[in-house]
């Protein structure tokens, strides 16, 4: 199994083939497997990160706590407690998934296209969050309700799939 591909699948989800992950986010996106993680706390806040300034999409935004590709042939809780060590240096626990039909399709000021079957999991972290520079710039715990005002009056400064997720959850 390649560290560097991604599960392509077909519009009903079924694996279809793999491609690297540099060459599969283009202005021709072709659909693949990825997921997206909310990190809450019992105080009602949720973990979120500000994307950095070298991604090739949307770089600078905040965003969910975290989100990734799982690799051809990895199950997507795998592939979550993988990115969860490399992109904040936490583990995860009491992961539940919450959207897992969520799909979207996105494209981003310089043309790059996501388009990911995307299902969407909260969890709690377990240990400090040690941000991968490569990965988060920033990150803050902010309640609930406050993202949503946030969300509503400033939708640019976010991620398009974040907004998205937000609108259909009922995180409180």
């Known amino acids: 199994m390649s560290a560097d591909l991604v599960e392509l699948v077909d519009a009903d989800g079924s694996p279809c083939g793999a491609a690297p992950r540099r060459t599969v986010h283009g202005a021709e996106t072709p659909l693949h497997r990825g997921f997206s993680c909310h990190l809450t706390d019992h105080d009602g806040r949720m973990l979120m990160t500000r994307r950095a300034l070298t991604k090739r999409t949307w770089p600078g935004v905040w965003t969910n706590s975290f989100c990734g590709h799982p690799r051809p042939g990895e199950s997507t809780t795998a592939a979550i407690h993988r990115y969860s060590r490399h992109e904040l240096g936490v583990d995860v626990a009491e992961l539940t ?10 494209v981003d000021a310089s043309g ?17 969050v040690r941000m991968n520079p490569l990965e988060v710039v920033e990150c803050t715990w902010a309640l609930i309700s406050d993202v949503k005002v946030a969300l509503r009056a400033t939708p640019w400064a976010f991620s398009p799939w974040f907004v998205a997720q937000m609108n259909q959850l009922e995180i409180r």
């Not at 919450?98 to 979207?104: A, E």
């Not at 388009?115 to 377990?126: D, H, K, S, T, Y």
């Open 97 to 106: 998934p919450l959207l897992p039909d969520f799909r979207y399709r996105a």
């Open 112 to 128: 790059v296209v996501e388009n990911e079957l995307c299902p969407v999991f909260g969890a709690r972290l377990v240990g400090s």
